[in-house]
């Protein structure tokens, strides 16, 4: 195999300990492992295997289609899938014994039939909007939802695993109506006389915030993932290891003198005769344009602004006198607690979030996995690159 000129580096072992130190502050709650998205750009498979074998109680993916790759893969972990698609028919879901996430009765009813068709029971976890005005069913929606599932439990047709919600994460006066409101929604479905196993609200942001409604399971994402769900607050605060690194090479050097323009638009022109290094990473793997005279990176251990435009397949720094070879390491972001630059200080040059950067990161980028699958990995690398 040719050696990459993109990587992207995964430590499943820092994975595993996010996870620990999530559970360390969940006060005894089940933890669902929120691996949609790839597993926020850090690969799907083989995060939720390493998850598995730490025994997570719970895996959480948007769609089906996800959950449903897990099962192809062996996962054996009870899997949440709450985002449907307009038609969907849920039997596959189903089959698979995939938990589903519902908010609205036609949902509902659309499970209990494929149910009923299959011969089985469905898992569902019902949703209440309680202010964030996504997805779930509306406060004065709920009597109804939460009556039919009294209904459809007791014919057998579906089993209420969980009642659950999501946070705005606006301030914390909002936050704490939200909890209110679940609550609220909670003792409606009790007086409907639902039987349910766990109640679940808190994602990373909450799960951190609010200890008092951790109820029986908290959602962890971001954190997960070494990151921290708060601006005003880095990762390192809450014990929390970054598991993605974003490498590249340098592949072409050349001298450039003074005045001379650099990339699309002369975003940048030479002031001296300087050193210009190539790195082959553009906005089709995920680096954002609005990156473009804002960012950092680090070129063979030197930190060097993005002055130039980024372009589709590559940017091009100015190095200066620094004297840079061909196949040159240069860092995008890692751990800043090994000097390398965060995810947080991209995000914050990009006027985005840390979430949006390591979803997004793909295109050509080459994973390569740290850390066994298995608890406790030695940081191996069990192949010497998984392409996406």
């Known amino acids: 195999m040719n050696s990459p000129m993109r990587v992207l580096e995964i430590d499943l ?153 999501h946070l705005s994460s606006t301030s914390t006066e909002d936050d704490l109506a939200q909890i209110e409101r679940f609550n609220q929604a909670v003792d409606v479905a009790r007086a409907a006389g639902l039987h349910f196993e766990i109640r679940h609200m808190m994602a990373s942001d909450g799960a951190l915030k609010y200890a008092q409604a951790h109820f029986e399971m908290i959602r962890i994402g971001l954190a997960l993932y070494g990151l921290s769900p708060f601006t005003d607050r880095k990762a ?69 602004l993005i002055q130039s435009r980024v372009a589709m397949d590559q940017f091009v720094i100015d190095v200066g006198q620094q004297s840079v070879e061909i196949g040159d390491e240069v860092v995008l972001f890692g751990d800043p607690s090994k000097g390398q630059i965060s995810v947080d200080d991209l995000a914050a040059a990009a006027d985005t979030i840390n979430y949006e950067i390591v979803t997004r990161m793909g295109g050509r980028f080459v994973r390569e996995f740290f850390g066994s699958a298995t608890p406790g990995g030695a940081h191996e690398l069990p192949e010497p690159g998984v392409a996406f």
Do not use: C
């Not at 290094?277 to 030197?302: H, I, M, N, T, W």
């Open 236 to 304: 390192e605060e809450f014990g929390l290891v970054p598991a993605m690194t974003a490498k590249s090479f340098v592949v072409q050097v050349k001298r450039a003198e003074a005045g001379e323009g650099v990339s699309y638009g002369y975003l940048h022109r030479t002031v001296e005769s300087t050193n210009l290094a190539l790195v082959p990473v553009g906005y089709a793997e995920g680096l954002p344009r609005a990156a473009s005279g804002k960012a950092y990176v680090q070129v063979a251990g030197q930190t060097h």
């Open 13 to 165: 072992d820092a994975v595993a300990a996010n996870l620990a130190t999530m559970r360390s502050r969940s006060g005894g709650a089940k933890v669902m492992g929120v691996v949609k998205a790839d597993a926020y750009g850090h690969g799907l498979i083989e995060v939720a295997r390493r998850l598995e074998a730490e025994s997570v109680d719970f895996l959480g993916v948007a769609d089906i289609a996800e959950a449903l790759e897990l099962r192809a893969a062996g996962i054996g972990t009870s899997i949440l899938a709450w985002l449907h698609a307009p038609h969907e028919t849920f039997e596959s879901a189903i089959s698979a014994e995939i938990d589903l996430g519902v908010a609205t009765t036609a949902q509902l009813e659309a499970i209990a039939s494929a149910a009923a068709e299959l011969g089985k029971t469905a898992r569902v976890h019902l949703k209440v909007d309680t202010g964030l005005s996504r997805n779930g069913a509306h406060l004065r929606d709920w009597p109804e939802l939460v009556a039919d599932a009294h209904e459809l439990a007791v014919l057998g047709r579906i089993q209420v695993v969980a009642l659950f919600s």
